[in-house]
């Protein structure tokens, strides 16, 4: 194996890691956000006896140690409309994608985000991570194709909600960054990731946090 060679893997496994160390911060943050916001909802219903069986049934399934068994139980209360329903999907789409069935948690992702039931503040919050999450999940592996269905994911993340604006600019540009390496494009002959990395910084709706994010992920593509 020649130097190029090795010079070139050494990069994309750089370039994997720079975003990916970026991405998993934030899946942690918004699932920590969107568990308090279902958290405040759950004591509206707590007094239904069926929330309080399905309640039983899902924390008895976290205490499982066999896998498929925590699966079954779970899947028990995946149709339920209700807020043990809601994170029960959300455990099976861990499940799902820790065994690998990427498309498996896809179809229980635009469950939850086509549930009319659900307010914007969680659907914004679901599709944010799943959009993250996918696009991690590309990052590892460039062969596949998530690019539409992240496009999907983001397009349910609501422009009227402040706090999810930012984000949404952020998940778009990322997308372009995932583009131009699938397609082996030069990150700074690339006008619409650079013309994206520009309105970021200059947005007055885009966290100061979220910004040193982008202007790291900038720097390091734009210096490789």
């Known amino acids: 194996m020649n130097e190029s060679t090795i010079n070139k893997k050494n990069f994309l496994s750089q370039a994997t890691n720079t975003v990916k160390d970026n991405i998993k911060s934030i899946i942690i ?38 896998r498929s068994a925590i699966k079954a139980q779970i899947s028990n209360l995946n149709n339920e409309n209700d807020f043990y329903g809601i994170l029960s999907k959300l455990e099976l789409i861990q499940i799902n994608l820790q065994q690998k069935n990427n498309q498996n948690a896809i179809n229980l992702y635009i469950e939850l985000l086509d549930n009319n039931n659900l307010d914007n503040i969680y659907k914004s919050a679901i599709a944010s991570k799943a959009s993250y999450q996918f696009i991690d999940l590309n990052f590892a592996e460039l062969s596949i194709n998530y690019l539409q269905i992240i496009e999907n994911f983001i397009s349910y993340i609501d422009d009227d909600l402040i706090t999810y604006q930012g984000i949404k600019l952020e998940l778009n540009y990322l997308v372009k960054i995932l583009e131009a390496e699938k ?42």
């Open 183 to 224: 397609n082996r494009i030069e990150y700074l002959n690339f006008n619409e990731a650079v013309d994206m990395y520009n309105n970021i910084m200059n947005s007055d709706v885009v966290s100061s946090a979220i910004k040193e994010r982008i202007n790291k992920i900038h720097e390091f593509f734009s210096y490789k």
């Open 29 to 66: 943050f918004i699932s920590l956000c969107f568990i308090l916001f279902l958290s405040f909802q759950v004591y509206n219903f707590y007094s239904l006896s069926k929330i309080q069986k399905n309640s039983i049934t899902f924390f008895k399934a976290q205490n499982l140690d066999d």
